[in-house]
């Protein structure tokens, strides 16, 4: 079993439309996580950080961590064509000194206009 | 955020060579990584780059195959060597913030060995 799940999709949404990208984990020391956004043929752009469990709201994306749950959720609201990317979580631990990122293997999202 | 410069973008290589990529930061950071991509994959930590000491190696990469430098705070090399064509990949610099809370990356190296 990997460490990190994530759907590979590809996720197909019209424009406009909520987007739900989700993870899930096993690793109970993960406590920081990340959502990258990955356009063809670039490298992977930051787009939310969260620590430990909550929300964290930026703008149209909406990043949500359940650590009871070891389950983690980026929404996308208002969906655009420019949207359509790859979708990385990524995460790590605390205390090890370890910062190296684990990923998920990426859910491919386009938003139809 | 810090800026993160990668040498070469791409390059077609011939199987048996070996080329080094550059990683050049805008400002000094304390930790920095080396990743993989592979086609159509999620990103693969190859090792951790240690500032005047020998770099921190995954399981599954070794450093003969793929040396790395970090001479300073700014700048590190990766060398993939005795290319084959499962190499062909991005390859990817990153770093940590000065706040240590997040991880950004460069643009990518992507080799194509032939």
């Known amino acids: 079993q990997k460490e990190v799940e994530q759907d590979p999709g590809p996720l197909s949404v019209p424009e406009g439309a909520i987007v739900s990208l989700n993870c899930t984990y096993s690793?109970?020391?993960?406590?920081?996580f990340m959502w990258y956004r990955q356009y063809s043929r670039k490298g992977p752009e930051l787009l939310m950080y969260t620590y430990s469990s909550g929300n964290k709201e930026d703008g149209r994306f909406t990043a949500q961590v359940d650590k009871s749950s070891k389950y983690i959720s980026l929404f996308i609201r208002d969906s655009q064509p420019s949207d359509s990317a790859t979708y990385l979580c990524?995460?790590?631990?605390?205390?090890?000194?370890?910062?190296?990122?684990?990923f998920g293997s990426g859910t491919r999202l386009q938003v139809q206009p | 955020s810090a800026v993160i410069s990668q040498k070469p973008s791409r390059d077609i290589c011939q199987r048996g060579t070996s080329l080094t990529i550059q990683c050049q930061v805008d400002?000094?950071?304390?930790?920095m990584f080396w990743y993989r991509q592979q086609p159509g994959q999620s990103l693969t930590l190859i090792a951790t780059a240690n500032q005047g000491s020998e770099a921190t190696y995954e399981s599954g990469f070794v450093i003969d195959k793929f040396p790395i430098s970090r001479p300073n705070l700014t700048f590190s090399t990766l060398t993939v060597s005795n290319m084959s064509p499962e190499d062909s990949s991005i390859y990817l610099c990153?770093?940590?913030?000065?706040?240590?809370?997040?991880?950004?990356f460069g643009e990518g190296s992507w080799l194509t060995v032939v």
């Open positions: 690793n109970s020391a993960f406590q920081y």
């Open positions: 400002s000094q950071v304390t930790m």
């Open positions: 990153s770093v940590v913030s000065y706040s240590g809370n997040t991880i950004y």
């Open positions: 990524a995460m790590s631990a605390v205390g090890t000194g370890r910062r190296a990122l684990t």
